[in-house]
């Protein structure tokens, strides 16, 4: 609860500070001191100490799993901030809104890592979705940008039509929101009705709309690329691994108590071919870096659906590490992205020689994406995997992902090679010592992660 209303509450105030602090750089530091209250609080939350004792009524269920991954979240906000604040701040001329809306997207991401309800989910989801809409067309001078933001709406709209159509079939064959469900023996498959079936399918395709997984992918290579990159970091990492989030307590809640009227596995097994492959074929024909991170992350969305297919305790710590791997490296691949004036893979060509920090940096993030070991994204590619070999299921889904995490390689380093290989006059704007020092500090994590893993797993039991 702390997460949910401090971040509404901070959102609140940098609302009154929109038009009393005339400063646009200081709507930056107001954001950074709010989110590590935010983070603050939340650990407190952790460990027992809130500052707000409200009754939910069982709507919302705070856990160990669902605060440490609060924490994940607005630990990388901060990072993101940290690194892009600035930028944000470049984005229009209104600097201050572009950071509420931020805090009300965290407000979402809390919600969603705690409901305990069909209503909250749908709450948690809009909460998250509306400030993305409008930051998304945040460039208001760029058609890219209006036609990303309308594009963005309108399918967002139709996606949560059909969530709203799946829970209202559910709460038809169930009579409660509630994930908890007491079935009796009486039913179509035993205590479970064609209701529910048809719902939670409505459900599950709202969802794969949310977490951009093929078939319902279409919308995000344009999206992602006509956003400003600096708004498609935030957007491709902290707002799609909490809709991940949202989907496993879904799918633990639910759609394992109906295994017997229909096989989820078989589906999502479907599902997770199908976004690994159009993810990663068409990522190898980009000549534009963002773009080519755009279906990236798509692919990157095919290993995190393991998650939702294995459904133990392997599946919910990799996507634990996998929220916390595949976020601080795509906020670093990003916050380089946005300094570079050309953002083909002909605009690395030399890096290395003009910008050496950067082009180390940016090829350890690569490497964390691409699943190298000694990184953070290692590891959370190796605890999908397992959890997939735990299940004892569909073991062939395990040679399908290295295969496909082997052609990822190929489009990842393209940018290495661009950048240590080829001779070039790379364009960037001015790198300043502290930004530097940011995106080394944010390299050494992950790679302590990836060594260390215990220090990210311990939060879940101490």
């Known amino acids: 609860m702390n997460a949910i209303i401090f971040s509404a509450g901070w959102g609140i105030i940098m609302m009154f500070c929109s038009f009393l602090v005339r400063n646009k750089s200081s709507f930056r530091h107001i954001a950074v001191v709010g989110l590590l209250v935010l983070l603050v609080v939340n650990i407190l939350d952790s460990n027992g100490v809130a500052v707000f004792h409200i009754d939910s009524k069982n709507m919302l269920a705070y856990t160990r799993f669902g605060l440490l991954f609060n924490s994940i979240a607005i630990a990388s906000t901060l990072i993101y901030v940290l690194l892009s604040g600035k930028d944000i701040a470049r984005i229009g001329s209104y600097a201050a809104e572009y950071f509420i809306l931020i805090f009300f997207v965290l407000c979402g991401v809390a919600i969603l890592s705690s409901y305990n309800n069909l209503l909250m989910l749908f709450l948690g989801i809009e909460i998250l979705s509306i400030p993305l809409y409008i930051l998304t067309g945040s460039d208001k001078r760029n058609l890219k940008s209006n036609e990303a ?39 179509l498959y035993k205590g479970v009705s064609f209701l529910e079936i048809i719902g939670l399918l409505f459900l599950m ?16 290579p344009d999206v992602y690329d006509g956003a400003p990159g600096v708004i498609t970091s935030f957007m491709a990492t902290i707002v799609k691994v909490a809709g ?32 690994l492959l159009f993810g990663n074929i068409t990522a190898i024909f980009q000549q ?39 976020s601080l490296a795509t906020i670093g691949l ?11 893979f002909e605009g690395y060509n030399g890096l290395a020689k003009t910008q050496p920090v950067l082009a180390a940096t940016n090829a350890i993030f690569l490497f ?5 070991p000694l990184t953070a994204g290692f590891l959370a590619k190796y605890y999908m ?33 661009a950048m240590y290989f080829k001779t070039g006059e790379p364009q960037t704007e001015n790198i300043t010592g502290s930004f530097k020092f940011g995106l080394i500090a ?11 893993p215990q220090y990210l797993f311990n939060w879940l039991y101490f």
């Open 288 to 326: 534009s870096v963002k773009r080519m991170l755009a279906y990236s992350s798509i692919a990157q969305a095919g290993f995190m659906l393991f998650a939702l297919f294995s459904l133990n305790d392997f599946a919910s710590k990799g996507l634990l590490m996998y929220s916390a791997a595949y």
């Open 385 to 417: 995997l397992a959890s997939v070999v735990e299940t004892g299921n569909y073991i062939w889904l395990v040679v399908v992902a290295v295969l496909f995490a082997a052609i990822s390689t190929y489009y990842y380093f393209r940018v290495i090679q």
């Open 244 to 275: 991940f989030i949202a989907f496993l307590k879904l799918c633990y809640g639910r759609m394992t108590t109906t295994s017997t009227a229909i096989d989820w596995q078989l589906l999502f097994a479907v599902i997770i071919i199908a976004t």
């Open 442 to 452: 944010l390299a050494a994590i992950i790679i302590i992660i990836g060594v260390l």
């Open 368 to 372: 964390s994406l691409a699943g190298i």
């Open 205 to 220: 395709v709202s969802m794969c709309f949310k977490v951009s997984a093929a078939p319902f992918h279409f919308w995000t």
């Open 149 to 187: 933001s309308l594009k963005y709406f309108l399918m967002g709209s139709f996606s949560t039509a059909l969530m709203v159509m799946g829970i209202a079939l559910m709460y038809g064959g169930t009579g409660t929101f509630s994930l908890d469900v007491v079935r009796t023996e009486t039913g």
């Open 334 to 344: 990003f916050a380089v992205l946005v300094k570079m004036k050309d953002v083909t």
